[in-house]
Antibody, heavy 117, light 109 residues
Framework: QVQLVESGGGLVKPGGSLRLSCAAS????????MSWIRQAPGKGLEWVSY????????YYADSVKGRFTISRDNAKNSLYLQMNSLRAEDTAVYYC??????????WGRGTLVTVSS | SYVLTQPPSVSVAPGQTARITCGGN??????VHWYQQKPGQAPVLVVY???DRPSGIPERFSGSNSGNTATLTISRVEAGDEADYYC????????????FGGGTKLTVL
């Protein structure tokens, strides 16, 4: 079954850290760019980061640059997002998504990150 | 950075045609992709590369792109089409790379 399943979300205090994971199945994970996209409560979609199939190319949105780190383990069919120095404005549902020729053709169900004291 | 502008809301009666626009500077030179998001669910790709449909998406969903406006057209609208719709482009000319529109809430009257 072709799917992405995120995990690792939860409640964290401002300044804290969290690591999100995304498990991929049903397709050749190592062939595709992958991305993280988030959605704050009641707001629109915001792209966070993407990583190339080999992991050699990485980009971040300005809002997370220097605080978040995207990585992948192709042997484990997994995508990660290490989030440090978390702020209230990072509160959102975080989706992982498969990238095909610059659009997102498969999304996970998302994991909620809440940053609050 | 590149900006995509969508109307906050569009309303249409069942059986009619809904048109959701996505404005951007010379957007006709870019490939535009559209996502449908129902409450509590993840987004789903409904149109890619301006006018192509993924498998499983009804033919009622179509897209066009020219000049400064891309349009998602939903023909014979059904109650189940009520959702938020987002346009997206990949802007390789900027550091932002991926740009989403602000989203349009489609209400079926």
């Amino acid at each position: 079954q072709v799917q992405l399943v995120e995990s690792g979300g939860g409640l964290v205090k401002p300044g804290g850290s969290l690591r999100l994971s995304c498990a991929a199945s049903g397709f050749t994970f190592s062939d595709y760019y992958m991305s993280w996209i988030r959605q704050a409560p009641g707001k629109g979609l915001e792209w966070v980061s993407y990583i190339s199939s080999s992991g050699s190319t990485i980009y971040y949105a300005d809002s997370v640059k220097g605080r978040f780190t995207i990585s992948r383990d192709n042997a484990k069919n997994s995508l990660y997002l290490q989030m440090n120095s978390l702020r209230a404005e990072d509160t959102a549902v975080y989706y992982c998504a498969k990238v095909t020729l610059w659009y997102f053709d498969l999304w996970g169900r998302g994991t909620l990150v809440t940053v609050s004291s | 950075s590149y900006v995509l502008t969508q109307p906050p809301s569009v309303s249409v009666a069942p059986g009619q045609t809904a048109r959701i626009t996505c404005g951007g500077n010379n957007i006709g030179s870019k490939s535009v992709h559209w996502y449908q998001q129902k409450p509590g669910q993840a987004p789903v790709l409904v149109v890619y590369d301006d006018s192509d449909r993924p498998s499983g998406i009804p033919e009622r969903f179509s897209g066009s792109n020219s000049g400064n406006t891309a349009t998602l057209t939903i023909s014979r609208v059904e109650a189940g089409d009520e959702a938020d719709y987002y346009c997206q482009v990949w802007d390789s000319s900027s550091d932002h790379h991926v740009v989403f529109g602000g989203g349009t809430k489609l209400t079926v009257l």
